[in-house]
């Protein structure tokens, strides 16, 4: 059975400015930084990753970074491990971004999107390639037996429903804290087990 850690970036500066983040590419802030150095620590000292995948944004490669110095595993960016792309209010303040462009009474329905974003539909899509394409290569590479995957809590909640095969109108979020780790066993059988959610033990020494 392979392990699947989900991992999410540390804190980054749009967290602390109550900025809009999504496609806004923030890096991470001091603590940010050194959360990532105590994350990778954390998994030199308890996990040997035999491959990590990546968003392509810079907070999420600089925590992937954190992990492939210690550990030495190659890191392989991926475009669809991105943040939802929240289109013309990406770096916004939340106060501007919600008076500019209001939600609709009764939220967007799920196969709409803001003004140059992507819809919920097409958010979940995204996940669902990626997955599919993680399976199809732990399925063809039987090396991997423990991977490592750097993305966001929006893209981290849309992967858990597709691990899950949950409906695409499941109302289920999880909750995932600066990098906050989440352990999935899998194996080709179809057999899918989650045996951690949003553990940040390692950030205890903050």
Known sequence: MVEIMVVRHGQSEADILNRCEGRADF????????????????????YALDAIFCSTLIRAKQTAAAIAELTQVPVTYDND????????????????ALMKYPIPAGGRKRHDAIEGGESEVQFRARAEHFISKLF??????????????VSHG????????????LPYHSEIFIPTGDTGVHLWQYEPSGKKVIMATNWQEHLAAT
């Open 27 to 46: 890096s991470l802030t001091d603590l940010g930084l050194q959360q990532a150095q105590l994350l990778a620590e954390w998994i030199q000292r308890n």
């Open 81 to 96: 491990l991105m943040e939802q792309n929240n289109g013309v209010i990406a770096g916004m303040l939340r106060d501007e």
């Open 136 to 149: 199809t290569t732990m399925d063809s590479k039987p090396e991997l037996q423990r991977v490592c995957i």
């Open 154 to 165: 929006g893209m981290i909640s849309m992967l858990f429903r597709s691990f899950l095969n």
